[in-house]
């Protein structure tokens, strides 16, 4: 929904010849230098900095809630593609990637990779589920998938689970989130000196896709690609 709102706005504000709707995948190849509008409101990370334009991102929609933005789609009766195949499933796989996301083949693949596995086992076992996800973490050069199932299932599927994540080739470690944790997030500068972003990106983005309690430590970025935030480590707490 968020993204389609700021493709209508852009298409009315500059003509819709001017605005090419893409895959993330195709982003960063067709931008370039060139503006690009994302679909960040108040019920996301980078919506509640309010930092309007960073690093060539733009949203036109930053300061709206999800119910203004559905009574945009009301009045105007745009139509919202649905994504995902059942309740348990996300519609996008995208969000589970807590990094940037730099190499298609690598990032992109990791994530999507993981988190169509996990549904495809618990569904086979026909599991259910309040929170299903992988979590992809860690430095550019490392994928480490965190594995989030609650309440937590047998053993044996989390070891099916683990015995394919840990074949996939653009996977580097597995964990089970089972046991409260500890994340090291490096945050872009309009992040780190925000308290009330720092608190709702914990207790509002994060904290409700964890199977388990997390606790974390911030460190101010310094990567200028960098639009909201990384999670580059972890620990389990003692």
């Known amino acids: ?10 298409k009315e504000a500059l003509g819709p010849e ?24 108040q019920s996301d990370s980078w919506g509640k ?15 709206l809630t999800k119910d203004e933005l559905r009574t945009i789609v009301k009045k105007y009766n745009l139509n919202i593609r649905r994504v995902g195949e059942n309740a348990h499933r996300e519609g996008c796989k995208l969000k589970h990637l807590l990094k940037l996301l730099i190499n298609m083949d690598y990032h992109g693949r990791a994530v999507s990779f993981a988190n169509e596995i996990i549904h ?7 599991y259910k589920r309040e929170i299903a996800n992988v979590k992809i973490i860690g430095p550019l050069s490392k994928n480490i998938a965190l ?12 070891d099916e689970i683990v015995e394919i994540l840990v074949s996939e ?5 597995v964990h089970i989130v089972d046991r409260p944790l500890e994340l090291t997030i490096s945050a872009n500068p309009g992040i780190f000196g925000n308290e009330e972003s720092k608190y709702w990106i914990e207790k509002g983005r994060l ?32």
């Open 147 to 158: 594995i989030n199932i609650k309440p937590y299932p047998p053993k044996e599927i989390y």
């Open 207 to 238: 904290q409700p896709e964890f199977a388990a309690p997390i606790k974390i430590i911030w460190k101010k970025s310094k990567n200028e690609r960098l639009a909201t935030f990384h999670v580059v480590d972890f620990k389990f707490e003692e």
């Open 1 to 10: 929904m968020d993204s389609t709102i700021a493709a209508f706005l852009a």
């Open 49 to 63: 900095t309010c930092i309007k334009v960073m690093n060539n991102l733009y949203s036109p929609i930053i300061g």
């Open 120 to 126: 495809d086992v618990l569904d086979r076992y026909g």
């Open 169 to 173: 080739k653009s996977i580097d470690e």
């Open 18 to 41: 001017k605005v090419r709707k893409l895959k993330m995948s195709g982003v960063r190849e067709v931008a370039k230098d060139y503006l690009v509008a994302t679909g960040a409101n």
